[in-house]
């Protein structure tokens, strides 16, 4: 009982890490691509609660709405209007696999002794040092809204016209050609 | 207290996992979750060192990763649905138009 009262936040890290990851092994590994996408989702959350762990609440917020809302809902719409009865049937992996699965592991075998290497045993900072803005101690979103609307305004609006470009361009893609209408 | 170096091997495995599906995966719209797994490794990268250095600059970023997250599965899904249209398929290897 103490040890898990003295190391509760390592274990529910542990616990969201492993939600992530089997999240993730499941986009690669599962045929079907509904289940892919439902295991999408769940790597989504569990990237969202490591998020909370490392006080980037307004960011877990974002990520559950725009990914776990918006970017999934896009996805499963996307599998259900492409018939997936009939794609699901066909081969699900390009062959061959073994240089795929070389690249994979060797990618993260090498990062991750990297990254042990280079921060093994470094803690972080105190959450209070994030959200000192001014001298004055905010809240997590407001704090991120400071940085944004006044250091970052410039990639913000930026941004937002990327937005919009991307919305015109995808309504150009999906709209259907009307008769007698050139490509 | 969580060590920094935690966060980056999740991260690391899931960019890894990204990348293994990037190159395994057939079905086009598999190969795009793919590509929001690498950038969701990518945001968790930017919070870990956020909290790591003390600067909150690192959770301004995945902020705009999000954004040209959502945008680039739009025109991805997009394109699927116009490729759905053409060739009564989603597998990458039945676009070999371009192909040099």
């Given at each position: 009982m103490d040890f898990l009262v003295a190391h509760f936040a390592q274990l529910v890290f542990v616990f969201l890490a492993a939600v992530s990851l089997a999240g993730a092994l499941g986009v690669v590994l599962l045929r079907q691509p509904v289940h892919a996408a439902l295991s999408l989702l769940a790597s989504f959350l569990g990237v969202a609660g490591l998020f909370v762990l490392a006080h980037g609440e307004f960011l877990a917020a974002v990520q559950v709405l725009v990914?776990?809302?918006?970017v999934m809902v896009l996805f499963l719409f996307v599998i259900m209007f492409v018939n997936v009865r009939a794609a699901?049937?066909?081969?699900?992996y390009l062959r061959p696999l073994v240089p795929g699965a070389v690249v994979g592991s060797l990618l993260f075998a090498a990062l991750a002794l990297g990254a042990v290497w280079a921060l093994g045993g470094r803690a972080g900072a105190q959450p209070g040092a994030l959200t000192a803005v001014e001298g004055e101690q905010l809240g997590n979103t407001e704090a991120v809204a400071w940085l944004l609307y006044r250091d970052y305004l410039l990639p913000f609006e930026v941004v937002s016209v990327l937005l919009l470009v991307a919305m015109v361009g995808a309504i150009v893609l999906g709209a259907k050609k009307r008769e007698g209408e050139r490509a | 207290m969580i060590p920094t170096h935690w966060y980056f091997v999740v991260s690391v495995a899931m960019l890894a996992c990204g990348v293994a599906g990037l190159l395994l995966r057939r079905n086009f719209i598999t190969v795009l979750m793919s590509v929001e797994l690498i950038l969701n490794a990518a945001n968790l990268n930017f919070v870990a060192f956020a909290r790591q250095l003390g600067d909150l600059t690192g959770q301004v970023f995945p902020v705009f990763v999000i954004t040209i997250a959502a945008a680039e599965a739009a025109i991805g899904l997009g394109i699927i649905v116009q490729l759905a249209r053409l060739k009564a398929t989603v597998a990458l290897d039945s676009v070999k138009e371009m192909r040099g």
């Open positions: 990914y776990a809302g918006g699901h049937k066909e081969q699900q | -």
